[in-house]
């Protein structure tokens, strides 16, 4: 049994004081020498503490390879996803940009044909004005007969 860290004699004395007889004070005693050499051969050792503190920074340094190859995988699937999401918004934007260029120009076609239908009508308002300004012309200096 190893060594105790308390006085078992004086412990006996003190219990036969306190009036346990003296057979009585001595397997108390007994019993809590074994109870606390159990304990104390329970205890974490020094070597004990340093192989757990071993194995625990061996589990750490796992778990930290593990992150990193976790957060490495993270990163290749987000770059592809963003690689994906770029590919697909030059495409929407490439449509939308012929859409605009399709408009566009449908709209410079309306636009001539209605530069041309105002010319049109510009010059057929505009035919009668000047034939009415012709005849009011040569009235005014054509010498008239009586």
């Known amino acids: ?3 105790v860290p308390f006085d078992t004699h004086a412990v006996v004395q003190q219990l036969a004081q306190a009036g346990f007889p003296a057979p009585q004070a001595e397997g108390l005693m007994l019993v809590l020498t074994q109870v606390v050499a159990s304990a104390a051969s329970a205890a974490a050792t020094p070597a004990d503490l340093t192989a757990l503190r ?5 589990d750490l340094t796992a778990v930290r390879t593990e992150l990193q190859a976790d957060l490495a ?3 290749t699937d987000l770059r592809a996803d963003l690689t994906a999401v770029r590919t697909d918004l030059k495409a ?3 449509a939308v940009r012929a ?3 399709e408009t ?3 709209l410079e076609v309306k636009i001539e044909a209605l530069k041309s239908d105002l010319h049109k009508s ?3 308002m505009m035919t009668p ?3 009415g300004l012709l005849f009011m012309l040569i009235r005014a200096f054509w010498p008239h007969t009586p």
């Open 129 to 131: 004005i000047y034939v």
């Open 122 to 124: 510009f010059l057929g």
């Open 1 to 3: 049994m190893p060594p």
């Open 73 to 75: 995988a993270v990163r």
């Open 99 to 101: 859409e605009i260029q």
């Open 104 to 106: 566009r120009l449908g």
């Open 92 to 94: 929407d934007i490439a």
């Open 54 to 58: 071993t194995d625990v920074r061996s």
